[in-house]
Nanobody, 125 residues
């Protein structure tokens, strides 16, 4: 299973970006998917996650109401729509996948088996 994240870039505060993560392999439709981010000098933190069928989504408090995670199993792709971006959202964003997660594990990076390479998001003030 390979994950390829894209869609990062430079945006002004208040702007929007949509990240995409394309997953190769036939297990995508059975995988819970997560987005994490890591800012310079900080630990990797949970951003959002979605269950295998899209029926359950979870968000970090810092992004609730601004970010939306979704998936298209026909395209093997998970998305992260980011609105009302703030300078504090600046980080490298990673997508992650795992076929065996329970909902209570969605926010734990150690539980995800597969990771993408990351895409840089920079929000200027």
């Amino acid at each position: 299973v390979q994950l390829q994240a894209s869609g990062g870039g430079l945006v002004q505060a208040g702007g929007s970006l949509r990240l995409s993560c394309v997953v190769s392999g036939r297990t995508f439709s059975r995988c819970a998917m997560g987005w994490f981010r890591q800012a310079p000098g900080k630990e990797r933190e949970f951003v959002a996650a979605i269950s295998w069928n899209g029926g359950s989504t979870h968000y970090a408090d810092s992004v609730k109401g601004r970010f939306t995670i979704s998936r298209d199993n026909a395209k093997n792709t998970v998305y992260l729509q980011m609105n009302s971006l703030k300078p504090d959202d600046t980080a490298v964003y990673y997508c992650a996948a795992d076929p065996f997660l329970e909902a209570y594990e969605f926010g734990s990076s150690q539980e995800y088996e597969y990771w993408g390479q990351g895409t840089q998001v920079t929000v200027s003030s």
